[in-house]
């Protein structure tokens, strides 16, 4: 464990990419430790695939430095691409050729011999639960199956890191299981896993560390737990019947913020079932009469707010 | 590679580099080759569309041309005059089908993910080019065998044929590697439809159908000018057994010219950064 935590499998410093006057990327650093899950959270438009694409060696980078796998990515792109799997967010798939022909495709190209190709395609086709449709032109796979298609060919060669941008974006709530499963299987058997997210549920699920990007700047780096714990997003969401009953419940909760057009009323809470019995328990002592409840987690859009003071859809003023 | 590190495929790091681009250049032919198979649509209308022309050419049109050209002038019957023309569609409509085949390539994202594998980077341009040559060549053939059938009359001299086999593939390479660099810079199948238009556009407005000489004004010199006219000329002289004008350099410099500006601007294409 001490020997393999010291080795990282990705290292960037001050990684910086514009495209025509625009910033995308604003001297980006970070470490991943080899074997273990980093993800990358942010809205559309932070800069999220732009850095995929310039790890992978499918973009250049202006300034900055990068090491995968023990390679410099500007001077050895061809080692880095011999060590990296990269699946983007549309599948990168060949609708012509059937699934299995997709993967000998990319068996043929990792140079492993015609019995070997046979051998790996097959294995993965089982794998990803492809057998029944191996035969089948991927052009009419549906998009789940398309995305497992496409992984399976990314893990053809056996890389050390995995590049997975947005891998779950637009998949149904099983195959979202399913692609997190295949991550967690991957990283117990010593693979790096780099990807990114929208979904701070997903980065919670997978990542050992999670980088929040905005605007092309790194705002905050640590795990989930760290994250949540700076993040005030949490509350209880009173609905009430009446102004009365409103004016009367935010008397009672000072803390809370209100809302007289909704009539209802944020009450900043953890969510936890002894805060809850704690809060309906004063309603209740106070006679005040709620309509309905929801519970708030933080979500992305809460340590957006909280890290970077602006939530994520405004990007620039609505007129 | 650093030493640190095991290998990932021991037979793929063993390979030499030239070893390697031929095997990744091949496995890019093959998949080019199932492309072929698995959609004949393409290749049906690569051959039907001239076949076609040629049937309205010389049925439809035929005997008007033919009594207003002279025959005499042209080696005899009409059909004779028209097919090196339709050769040369035949190849412009292989090299669409080209085009459209790369930017598919492109949009799938197919070639990003080529490019983030260790492979010889032009094997992916190169399986195109190769692929596509032989498909349109094997069309060429096949238009020309259906002209036979309808009274075309080349000349048996083998020298001849051999030159007039080694033109078209040098035409046909031109137009590959444009249809490549065009496909590679169109950001969808409809940004093709330009090239298609002007591979086709041409040969109307060339020697292909009848002599520019009897053509009005602008007409006449634009059709004189272009790149297709001494190719479709050269074709003729070589099909026909008549005299080539200047020995064909004309049509072998366009052809190389072609070529060169396709193949460099794909290089080019291929290589820059793809911004979203």
């Known amino acids: 464990m001490a020997s393999t935590a010291a080795r990282s499998a990705i290292a960037v410093t001050g990684l910086r990419r514009s495209f025509g006057g625009t910033v995308v990327l604003d001297g980006v650093d970070f470490d991943v430790p080899e074997g273990s899950t980093f993800s990358l959270l942010g809205p559309n438009g932070a800069g999220k ?10 973009i250049g980078f202006d300034g900055g430095q990068a090491r995968i796998a023990g390679h410099d990515l500007a001077s050895e792109p061809d080692a880095v691409r011999a060590a990296i799997g990269v699946t983007g967010q549309f599948s990168a798939v060949d609708g012509l050729l059937t699934g299995e022909e997709n993967l000998i495709l990319m068996a043929d190209l990792h140079h492993l011999g015609r019995a070997g190709a046979r051998r790996r395609s097959a294995e993965l086709l089982d794998k990803f639960d492809l057998v029944d449709a191996a035969r089948k032109p991927a052009s009419t796979y549906s998009g789940g199956m398309r995305r497992r298609l496409d992984l399976a060919m990314t893990l053809v060669g056996r890389p050390r890191v995995i590049f997975l941008d947005e891998p779950t974006a637009g998949l149904d709530p099983r195959s979202r299981r399913m692609m997190w499963q295949t991550v ?19 980065a919670d699920e997978l990542a050992d560390r999670i980088g929040v ?32 009953d409103l004016d009367a419940a935010a008397r009672e909760l000072s803390d809370a913020a209100r809302d007289d057009e909704a009539l209802s009323l944020q009450v900043p809470s953890d969510g936890g079932l002894p805060a ?5 328990d004063r309603l209740d002592r106070a006679e005040i009469e709620v309509d309905g409840l929801s519970v708030h987690t933080p979500d992305l859009d809460d340590v957006f707010f909280a890290l970077t003071g602006h939530p994520t859809t405004a990007k620039e003023p609505t007129p | ?79 004779n005059y028209v097919v090196p023309g339709i050769i040369l569609m035949t190849v412009g409509y292989g090299a669409t089908t080209t085009a459209l085949a790369v930017n598919r390539d492109m949009t799938q994202g197919i070639i990003a993910r080529f490019r983030t594998m260790a492979i010889s980077r032009t094997s992916v341009l190169t399986g195109h080019v190769v692929g596509s040559t032989a498909r349109t060549l094997a069309s060429a053939v096949l238009v020309t065998g259906v002209a036979v059938l309808l009274g075309f009359r080349p000349t048996g001299d083998s020298l001849r044929w051999l030159a007039t086999i ?24 409809e940004g093709v439809s330009g090239f298609t238009l002007i591979v086709q556009l041409l040969p109307f407005l060339s020697s292909a159908f009848v002599p520019p000489d009897s053509m009005s004004g602008t007409v006449r010199w634009f059709a004189t ?52």
Not at chain 1, 276 to 280: D, P, S, T, V
Not at chain 2, 5 to 26: I, T
Not at chain 2, 174 to 187: F, I, N, S, Y
Not at chain 2, 226 to 243: C, M, N, S, Y
């Open chain 1, 49 to 58: 695939t732009t850095a995929v694409q310039i790890l992978s060696t499918l």
């Open chain 1, 184 to 202: 967690r299987e991957l990283v117990s058997g010593g693979v790096t896993i780099f990807l990114t997210t929208q979904y701070l549920e997903e």
């Open chain 1, 213 to 244: 990007l905005d605007h092309g700047k790194l705002v905050a780096v640590g795990t989930a737990e760290e994250l949540k714990r700076n993040v005030p997003g949490g509350h209880v969401r009173l609905q009430f019947g009446a102004a009365a």
């Open chain 1, 276 to 280: 809850l019995r704690a809060l309906l």
């Open chain 2, 1 to 79: 590679m650093s030493g640190a590190r095991p290998a990932m495929s021991g037979a793929g790091q063993a390979m030499s580099g030239a070893g390697q681009a031929m095997s990744d250049a091949a496995t890019m032919l093959r998949r080019n080759a199932r492309h072929t198979l698995r959609n004949p649509g393409a290749m049906i209308m690569t051959i039907g569309l001239p076949v076609v022309l040629l049937l309205l050419f010389v049925g439809v049109l035929g005997g008007a041309l033919n009594a207003g050209l002279g025959p005499a002038a042209h080696g005899g019957d009409y059909i």
């Open chain 2, 166 to 189: 080694a033109l078209i593939t040098l035409v046909t390479l031109a137009l590959t590697w444009l249809a490549v660099a065009v496909g590679l810079l169109a950001k969808t199948a």
């Open chain 2, 225 to 276: 000018h272009e790149p297709f006219t001494p190719i479709i000329d050269a074709l003729r002289g070589l099909l026909l057994g008549t005299p080539v004008e200047h020995g064909g350099v004309l049509a072998v410099g366009w052809c190389v010219a072609l070529a060169l500006v396709g193949y460099l601007w794909a290089r080019a294409l291929f290589r820059r950064d793809p911004i979203r």
